[in-house]
């Protein structure tokens, strides 16, 4: 494997990050959620540079390898973060996050987030430049070692490369409304996304999304969010290679970048969550239940009129005792796969039952069952047993809704 200059970095800055484990016990915690409005009165304890370090090991061992999977079969990284993230005077706050994991038996390492953002700008204006999380749908805004589940489902498996990041620009704006509305406006280079492509506009991709949410009583709350994104990337690297589609040719081992299995112009997404947590005390009980839907068209100009791939999850976890939780999730893929000239139809349907113990917020391990059925046009549909051990060391941000 080719070490490029941004991986020697990557490597770099991980081994820094050895030297500075010592020092994570004591971190202390970090701001929570950077994208919030931070108000006037708040800057004062915010303002200076008072850096903060985290780290998060995902490690696992799955009995196979699914379809579209993103967990090698056998013992695997599933992840290794190291965070480094400080308030940069009274206006803005920054992040850096190095990121590593194994794919086909080999460590793959890159800088997943490396961000200034603003936390003091009027009319609920929040403005972010670097390379981060898209905030398109309900799962791609987090990291994924905070899933409920060990594996992201199929929609983001196929369309995102797992959780999509990239380098870009970010203007989000709150609505000083009595429940929470948020509407942003995105715009990346793609090539996090879509594969190298000959003459592809600098600016490949751009994302317009808005969530609303809110509480109902002292033991539901609930978000509702619609997003787009458009990839000009795409478009262009249909006219380059006909099989851009087609599953696994988004992944380039150049800049270790994960790109969509299932390349389009347009993607429409949706989603919905709602929790309950009996008395209000959701650290006790609590039951969340999740859904995603997401439409992808503009496949290429040998696909039919309106032709389109379509994929979604609809997800339950219950947290029955402070440390135990339980959860289902079933998922589908309809997809077209594009063969030379023509396109054809392949579909995929995944179930998935997961039980996780959480000792400390710190720890999880989970044990997770999974199994495709139904599949057409993906040869390596099969079962697998997950086992996941979650540590996290020192500060790190707060969850999302």
Not at 73 to 82: C, D, N, S, V, Y
Not at 325 to 350: I, K, M, N
Not at 364 to 373: A, G, I, K
């Amino acid at each position: 494997m080719k070490r490029t200059p941004h991986v020697r970095a990557s490597a770099a800055l991980l081994a820094a990050a050895a030297a500075l484990t010592p020092a994570l016990g004591q971190a202390q915690a970090a701001p929570d959620a950077p994208d919030a409005p931070v108000s006037a009165a708040s800057v004062p304890a915010a303002s200076g540079f008072a850096p903060t370090v985290g780290a998060v090991l995902d490690l696992g061992y799955a009995s196979q390898a699914l379809a579209l999977g993103e967990r090698d079969k056998g013992p695997h990284l599933g992840g290794a973060e190291l965070t480094v993230e400080s308030p940069l005077g009274p206006w803005l706050h920054g992040r850096l996050t190095a990121a590593a994991h194994s794919h086909d038996n080999k460590i793959e390492k890159h800088f997943e987030e490396v961000w200034l953002g603003t936390t003091a700008l009027p009319a609920g204006l929040q403005l972010r430049g670097g390379r981060f999380l898209s905030q398109v749908g309900y799962l791609n805004e987090q990291h994924p070692h905070a899933d409920d589940f060990s594996t992201r489902p199929l929609l983001y498996r196929s369309f995102l490369g797992g959780h999509y990041f990239d380098n870009g620009l970010r203007l989000n704006w709150t609505a000083p409304t009595d429940f929470y509305w948020r509407t942003g406006l995105e715009v990346f280079s793609g090539k996090q996304l879509t594969r190298e492509a000959e003459g592809a506009p600098r600016a490949g991709v751009f994302t317009l999304s808005t969530k609303f949410g809110g509480d109902v009583g002292r033991e539901h709350s609930w978000q509702l969010g619609l997003s787009y994104l458009g990839n000009r990337r795409a478009a262009q690297a249909h006219h380059d290679d006909e099989d851009a589609g087609m599953p696994g040719h988004g992944h380039s081992h150049e800049g270790h970048a994960h790109g969509a299995q299932l390349a389009g112009k347009h993607l429409w997404l949706v989603d919905g969550v709602w929790k309950w947590a009996p008395g209000g005390n959701n650290r006790a009980q609590q039951l969340r239940l999740a859904f995603e839907f997401a439409r992808q068209s503009g496949l290429g100009e040998h696909a039919a009129r309106g032709a389109a791939s379509t994929a979604g999850y609809l997800a339950a976890v219950y947290r029955f005792h402070p440390e135990w939780e339980a959860g289902v999730r079933t998922d589908w893929l309809r997809a077209q796969l594009p063969h030379g000239d023509h396109f054809h139809a392949a579909r995929l349907r995944e179930y998935s039952l997961m039980l996780a113990w959480k000792p400390s917020h710190q720890q999880t391990l989970r044990l997770q069952y999974s199994q495709q059925t139904g599949a057409k046009g993906f040869d390596n549909a099969g079962k697998a047993i997950t086992l996941q051990y979650i540590i996290s060391l020192g500060a790190h941000g707060a969850h999302s809704f």
